[in-house]
């Protein structure tokens, strides 16, 4: 069977992006997919092509939607999220927002009973940069996010993915 009959079988009509008019600026948007029996994948092709993702990708986001039940996609350019949730809504996808809220880093810290110091140093974070967030100066990116958001919810898990010494390797000879 070839590769175009079974993108055929799959997603049934082609996708034509040549007439597909695509939004103006927006912002990039992380999103979970996932889909509903029957989904329009090719129309929710044509939403993605709509926000700059190049065809290519979409069809490989919405293929691994398909095999796995699950993608995941950065959106580049999202001018109205609701908007693009009910577009996907209606060719049959789901579209979850998949990035950490900003959360109070001070209130992670608190809840830990810890000061900064030793917050910083059971957590593997920079003192100074710690005393940045708490205090306004700069926020954590995405990655911090999600740190913080574990620390907050399961801190011993944290400082056993950070406790390694009896998991080095012994150096092969």
């Known amino acids: ?10 997603f ?5 992006t040549r007439d597909v008019v695509r939004v103006s600026p927006g912002s990039p948007v992380r999103l979970s997919l996932s889909f509903l029996h029957g989904a329009n994948t090719p129309e929710a092709a044509r939403v993605l092509v709509r926000r ?15 095999d796995h039940g699950k993608a995941f996609v950065t959106v580049p350019c999202v001018e109205d999220l609701r908007a693009l949730k009910d577009e996907l809504s209606s060719a049959g996808v789901i579209a979850k ?3 950490p809220r900003p959360i109070s880093v001070r209130e992670v810290r608190d809840s830990t009973k810890l000061s900064q110091e030793a917050f910083s140093v059971r957590y593997g974070l920079d003192l100074a940069t710690l005393r940045n967030w708490e205090q306004g100066r700069s926020e954590p990116d995405a990655a911090a996010n999600t740190l913080l958001w574990t620390i907050a919810r399961n801190p ?14 012994a150096p092969s000879t």
């Open 156 to 169: 011993e898990a944290v400082e056993k993915s950070l406790d390694m010494e009896d998991e080095v390797a």
């Open 12 to 16: 049934g009509q082609r996708v034509r």
């Open 97 to 99: 927002v998949h990035a």
């Open 1 to 10: 069977m070839s590769t175009t009959s079974k993108f055929m079988e799959r």
């Open 52 to 66: 700059q993702l190049p065809l290519r990708t979409a069809h490989a986001v919405l293929t691994e939607m398909v």
